[in-house]
């Protein structure tokens, strides 16, 4: 039996390379750290290249997440339960203020800022940065949906963030791979922090379960060979479900309150096709 050359090459880097290689991961977690905080995270950063079979790859930064949520309530009762994307966020939250590679306060949306968090607004909040007239601001990202009786959720939150070695026209920088409220997914210790919503009683005990899932997510990751190449991969997220705690009747009170402030301001919703450029 002959083998080609370019088999024999792909079939020997396989075999040299290190045992820890294999495919590239991203989990879904949550923090709830200051409201409801949906994170990503790379479980395993080493695999190889998507488009180069065979090269080794460490996947370095999470660059786009998409994904939608479920949120049941652990009662059987209409409208028991009040969800909306966190708001106020911080200026930190909403565009890095403070941080060395912040683009300044956003030019396509004003506060009170809500739901999407730095630096996954990039897309939607900069003209500079907008692949598409037409993309939503960076507040209306994730449309919320429900269904009586308790059920409740976010549909298409997609986060974009631009800039780095595969982004050049927004900035080359590396140091654009490595910002955000708590990371870039680079691993554990620093997650990608990209959608913050609130959940709060508004029938029934307030002292009760709910049960969050994250569906339909993914991915877009930067990788690196370590010769300064770099790449981009899709990865898909498998499922994540988790049960929360609601809040004590104090902190629904100030989620109440906080909702009534919440500006709401629509402009034409892009479902952004999630794929790598």
Not at 110 to 136: E, H, K, M
Not at 158 to 187: F, K
Not at 193 to 212: K, W
Request: net charge negative; hydrophobic share 40%; glycine share 12%.
């Amino acid at each position: 039996m002959r083998i080609c050359g370019s088999c024999l090459a792909v079939l020997l880097t396989c075999l040299t390379a290190p045992a820890a290689f294999g495919v590239i991961t991203v989990g879904s977690n949550i923090s709830t750290d200051g409201g409801i905080r949906a994170q990503a995270v790379i479980t395993n950063p080493t695999g190889f290249d998507v488009n180069q079979p065979g090269v080794p790859v460490t996947a370095i930064s999470i660059i786009r997440i998409n994904a939608s949520f479920l949120i049941r309530d652990s009662l059987d009762i209409n409208n028991g339960l009040l969800v909306q994307k966190h708001t106020p966020l911080t200026t930190f939250e909403a565009w890095g203020d403070g941080n060395p590679l912040t683009r300044g306060a956003p030019d396509t949306d004003d506060p009170p800022f809500q739901g999407l968090a730095w630096p996954y607004r990039d897309r939607y909040d900069f003209n500079a940065l907008r692949l598409d007239p037409f993309d939503p601001i960076g507040d209306n990202v994730g449309t919320f949906f429900d269904s009586q009786p308790g059920v409740y959720g976010f549909v298409n939150v997609a986060g974009w963030s631009r800039g780095g070695p595969t982004d050049p026209d927004a900035g080359s920088d590396i140091g654009y791979l490595h910002r955000g409220i708590t990371g870039m997914g680079e691993d554990a210790a620093h997650p990608a922090s990209y959608f913050l919503f609130d959940i709060s009683a508004l029938e029934g005990a307030s002292d009760r379960d709910v049960t969050l899932k994250i569906f339909a997510a993914s991915a877009v990751v930067v990788t690196t060979d370590g010769q300064g190449h770099f790449f981009q991969q899709l990865v898909q997220i498998d499922d994540f479900t988790t049960t929360i705690h609601l809040p004590e009747p104090s902190s629904m009170i100030a989620g109440l309150l906080t909702g009534g402030l919440c500006l709401m301001r629509r402009r034409r919703r892009a479902c952004i096709p999630f794929g790598v450029n």
